[in-house]
């Protein structure tokens, strides 16, 4: 019989647990992903399965489609003829298999096997494998006595009993429903009704990349959410109001205005059109929930909550007004994974911070252990438990991400955090490429799109990174992310005028009262400027030996290598050396990391037990103009 790799995405895990019982039954030795044992590296296993497998079957849906793990895992198979493709609805296929022929499984219900399972034999037969005779699928030979009738039945009946300890996925699955989403005008007015046609025009293609996820109508119909938009411009403004209109009572869950200058009325369009999308993807979320009716009391709480999480997503800051919210919706929908993964995104952002405060982190702790109840498919549980870890272990962070890609690969936040733990390591070509893919998951986040930016400054690509913020910034003009993010990279690789101009107009100085020296010193780099701007910093670091970014960043800028190693040789604050560490690799630490003596402080903040346990190197050491041989180096300190 054939060993056969099925390849699937979690929302389809009743039809895989049914279509795999049924396999087996037939004989073949299935492999699909609730066979990786606990602590198994998931990449590692999955490549070792996939290469032992005769076939690959990859079930088609509209979630699979967008899964770039299904997408590779389908390549392999198709590559070398080995690929068994199989339609669980009416999605086309990603572009590079639509040649194929696909076995419809499209009227499958479950949890009985599909009618046209000896399809799915003669595939396996037909393309290299063992073939099943179709009299032998309950085991009994042919010389059996029974009537080849009796065996027929016989075959079914055993298939049945072993797919029904996992019908009750399938029972699960079929509770989804399908959101209804309106479009409508605001008055009647013909400009309003306009304005709504063109937006449910733009929504269109959210709708097509979601597949089936919901419904969009345009006008007056049965809708479980209605988004509601009028115009009111007057001589100097264009204003855009936008409500969120429950199909159920009809009352308001959310709602803005919009504004842009007379003249700029393609960028209010695109402001209109992103926040829609942004606010009903949070909807659709909430009432595509399988296990909950989500009340519209609750999803009015949670379109609140969600359009205020992007303010403060990736910034650093926790509100806790936000977090009281997302608690509110969990206490009315308590089998919400998507609040619950919300709720932990933001406590875990905020607990992982060396200075976060301890009641903090037990809420934290409490609520992860509650969401844990939910099962192991949500990634922000994995990225929860790594919060809560030392800030400098970053063998258990990995494995813990890894994890999180095993149980949650299409969730974005996945890879952003991935990302951000491979530049502490100094892994920053690997962190463009995670925060990349983050951006293909959710192109609309100014947290990822922030991400991705930041991580291609870092990794030296400062032209792309400039590019790519300048995108961003035109999706969303207002969004604290990507002023944060303009500041940075101008502060760091850019002109440092137009860092002090944000510097004082849009952040007031208030959280970063030392950083006004710095980018004077950075604008007129003399030697009393450059020490004021050193002398300020260190006095922060001296208050508290944890947090020496500032410090350390200041004399890489200013070309202190050999105090900026004498300041990491003998650094004293622990476990905290994880906090922010991406900032030690940097463009403006090279010549630091060029010195031999930086291999010592590796040992000595613990990035030297990473990268020999790993064997992860960091970028610096691939450069093949470093005047030293990192691994002989580091031969010579025990970690």
């Known amino acids: 019989m054939a060993s056969i790799f099925l390849s699937y995405v979690h929302d389809d895990v009743g039809k895989a647990a049914a279509l795999a019982a049924c396999l087996d039954a037939a004989g073949h030795r299935v492999w699909w992903d609730r066979h990786i044992r606990g602590g198994r590296e998931f990449s590692d296993e999955i490549e070792a399965a996939l290469a032992d497998a005769d076939k690959i079957i990859v079930l088609w849906s509209k979630r699979s489609i967008h899964s ?88 079914f009946a055993l298939l049945a009993l072993a797919i029904a300890g996992v019908g009750w996925w399938w029972t699960v699955q079929s509770t989804a429903r399908t959101p209804v989403v309106a479009v409508e005008a605001a008055g009647g007015s013909a400009p309003s009704q306009e304005v ?104 009015k709480l949670y379109l609140g909550a969600c359009s205020r999480l992007e303010d403060i997503y990736g910034t650093g800051q926790f509100d806790p007004a936000v977090a009281k919210l997302f608690e509110q919706v969990v206490t009315s929908a308590p089998h919400f994974g998507g609040a619950w993964a919300k709720l932990l995104t933001i406590e875990s952002e905020r607990a992982a911070n060396a200075d976060s405060p301890p009641s903090l982190v037990a809420s934290l702790r409490r609520h992860l252990a509650q969401a844990e109840k939910l099962g192991p498919d949500i990634g922000e549980i994995y990225v929860a438990r790594a919060a809560l870890l030392p800030s400098n272990d970053f063998l258990g962070k990995s494995r813990l991400y ?102 004082r107009t849009s952040l007031s100085g208030a959280d970063f009262p030392q950083q006004e020296s710095f980018i004077l010193a950075s604008i007129d780099p003399t030697p009393a400027n450059v020490q004021r701007a050193i002398d300020e910093v260190r006095a922060i670091y001296v208050r508290d030996p944890r947090d020496m970014v500032g410090l350390i960043q200041a004399l890489g800028q200013f070309g202190r290598k050999d105090e900026a190693i004498d300041l990491l040789v003998h650094y004293s604050g622990g476990p905290a050396i994880g906090w922010n560490a991406e900032v030690l690799f940097r463009p403006a630490m090279r010549e630091v ?43 010579k300190y025990a970690t």
């Open 68 to 155: 770039t793990w299904v997408r590779d895992e389908a390549a392999t198979g198709r590559d070398d003829n080995r690929l068994i493709p199989i339609a669980l609805d009416r999605s086309l296929p990603p572009l590079g298999f639509r040649q194929f022929q696909t076995i419809d499984l499209i009227k499958w219900k479950g949890p009985s096997p599909p009618s046209n399972v000896q399809d799915i034999l003669d595939a396996i037969a037909d393309s290299g494998g063992a073939r099943l005779p179709r009299a032998t699928a309950s085991h009994v030979t042919s010389s059996s006595p029974w009537p080849l009738r009796r065996r027929g039945t016989i075959a």
């Open 402 to 503: 890894q994890q999180a890609v095993r149980a949650d690969p299409d969730n974005p936040l996945v890879y952003r955090v991935h990302g951000d733990l491979s530049q502490r390591v100094g892994r920053m070509a690997d962190s463009v490429e995670y925060a990349a893919r983050a951006v293909q998951l959710d192109p609309l986040s100014p947290a990822i799109l922030d991400s991705y930016a930041s991580a291609l400054a870092y990794a030296g690509k400062v032209d792309t990174a400039y590019d790519q913020l300048r995108k961003a910034e035109a999706m969303w003009p207002s969004a604290n992310n990507l002023l944060f993010a303009r500041y940075r990279l101008d502060l760091r690789f850019g002109d440092p005028k137009e860092a002090l101009k944000i510097y």
């Open 593 to 635: 990391w060029r010195d031999p003596r930086s291999i010592a402080a590796a040992a000595h903040l613990g990035f030297l037990k990473y990268w020999k346990a790993s064997g992860q190197w960091p970028d610096f050491c691939n450069d093949p103009t470093l005047p030293y041989d990192c691994r002989k180096e580091a031969a």
């Open 196 to 299: 709504a046609r063109q937006l449910a025009v733009r929504l269109g293609d959210l709708q097509s990349a979601r597949g089936a996820a919901f419904q969009l109508i345009s006008g007056e119909g049965d809708a479980d959410i209605v988004l509601q938009v009028a115009t009111n411009d007057d001589a100097k403004v264009l204003r855009r109001d936008l409500s969120v209109i429950s199909g159920k009572n009809h009352s308001i869950l959310w709602s803005t205005s919009l504004q842009q200058p007379i003249g700029q009325a393609d960028a209010l369009s695109q402001q209109l059109t992103l926040t829609s999308k942004r606010l009903l993807t949070c909807g659709i979320e909430a009432l595509s929930d399988v296990r909950d009716r989500i009340k519209p009391e609750t999803l």
